[in-house]
Nanobody
Framework: QVQLAESGGGLVQAGGSLSLSCTASGSIYTINGMGWYRQGQGKERELVAQVTSGGSTNYADSVKGRFTISRDNALKTVYLQMNSLKPEDTAVYYC?????????????????WGQGTLVTVSS
């Protein structure tokens, strides 16, 4: 079993900052990438940012220049620093991990989601 433990989030005023973290544990054989997605009320889930095991990053256009994703491979943790937050950033943010699960052999493809953490930006 693989678990993702998310922390951070909460309520902040527009222009403020928040940080999220997500730590993976359990039967992880390898991690190819970790990232953050979000889902606003009445909207589809969308990619916010992702980082590969090699450190390559990808951001949604709407957060470029404001959000920074980083990763600590040794701790199996991904971080999302969110600055200059806007009301439209309000959403439930989900951590995602893609890799392989070592609980079976050969390792099975792993695409794991966290439980989500709410970010609310007030105007």
């Amino acid at each position: 079993q693989v678990q993702l433990a998310e922390s951070g989030g909460g309520l902040v005023q527009a222009g403020g900052s928040l940080s999220l973290s997500c730590t993976a544990s359990g039967s992880i054989y390898t991690i190819n990438g970790m990232g953050w997605y979000r889902q606003g009320q009445g909207k589809e889930r969308e990619l916010v940012a992702q980082v590969t095991s090699g450190g390559s990053t990808n951001y949604a256009d709407s957060v470029k220049g404001r959000f920074t994703i980083s990763r600590d491979n040794a701790l199996k943790t991904v971080y999302l620093q969110m600055n200059s937050l806007k009301p439209e950033d309000t959403a439930v943010y989900y951590c995602n991990l893609r890799g392989y699960d070592s609980s079976s052999w050969p390792p099975a493809v792993l695409d794991k989601w966290g439980q989500g953490t709410l970010v609310t930006v007030s105007s």
